[in-house]
Nanobody, 127 residues
Framework: QVQLVESGGGLVQAGDSLRLSCAAS????????MGWFRQAPGKERDIVAA????????YYADSVKGRFTISRDNAKKSVYLQMNSLKPEDTAVYYC????????????????????WGQGTQVTVSS
């Protein structure tokens, strides 16, 4: 069975760093583009970052550019989100998502095009 499991969320103070991990199992991880999304209370689910199958292309939301870094390790079937200089407005549930594609350099930024989702991990940033 295809599974995506996020980990690494928690409670931190503004200015701190946190690394989220997403581990895949039961499928060909390298066949999927990957993305991180987040949803805060009362807000829409928004793209945070995305990375292509090969890792050659990335995308970042304007609100996290320069602070967050997405990466993947296909051998470990994992994708990561390094979050630095965290702000209270980063508080949200963060979701890992996978989209099957034959294009190794494709980056997908819309949630309705992703095929599989993890259960989410809570990130809370206090001031």
């Amino acid at each position: 069975q295809v599974q995506l499991v996020e980990s690494g969320g928690g409670l931190v103070q503004a200015g701190d760093s946190l690394r989220l991990s997403c581990a895949a199992s039961g499928w060909s991880f390298s066949s999927y583009g990957m993305g991180w999304f987040r949803q805060a209370p009362g807000k829409e689910r928004d793209i945070v970052a995305a990375i292509s199958r090969s890792g050659s292309s990335t995308y970042y939301a304007d609100s996290v550019k320069g602070r967050f870094t997405i990466s993947r390790d296909n051998a470990k079937k994992s994708v990561y989100l390094q979050m630095n200089s965290l702000k209270p407005e980063d508080t949200a549930v963060y979701y890992c998502a996978a989209r099957q594609t034959s294009m190794s350099a494709l980056v997908t930024t819309t949630s309705n095009r992703y095929d599989y989702w993890g259960q989410g991990t809570q990130v809370t940033v206090s001031s």
